[in-house]
């Protein structure tokens, strides 16, 4: 196992990490930008109305998102096992 293969093995890993991760976190800032906007036009400060509805927008991007992330993470270690048998050379 070459340096070559870890470092591309650990660049595709951060990668995956990123791409599946991305939806989510989108969703989140988003959600938070809006909720922060009304706050501040209305001066309302209550910090559960930061919470609940960046959990539902992120529990919605997780139902919707959910096929393509278990796909990417299916594909990444599928990747991962047919690299195996290489490895002992």
């Known amino acids: 196992m070459s ?3 870890i470092v591309t093995i650990g660049r595709e890993a951060l990668m995956t990490t990123l791409l599946v991760s991305a939806p989510l976190l989108i969703a989140a800032l988003v959600i938070g930008l809006i909720i922060s906007l009304f706050q501040a036009v209305t ?21 919707i998102f959910l096929p393509w992330i278990v796909n990417r993470l299916t594909d990444f270690t599928q990747n991962l096992y ?8």
């Open 82 to 89: 047919q690299l195996i048998p290489g490895l002992g050379t």
């Open 43 to 63: 001066q309302i400060n209550e910090m559960t109305m930061t919470f609940v509805p960046k959990i539902i927008a992120v529990a919605a991007a997780l139902l």
């Open 3 to 5: 340096a070559e293969m």
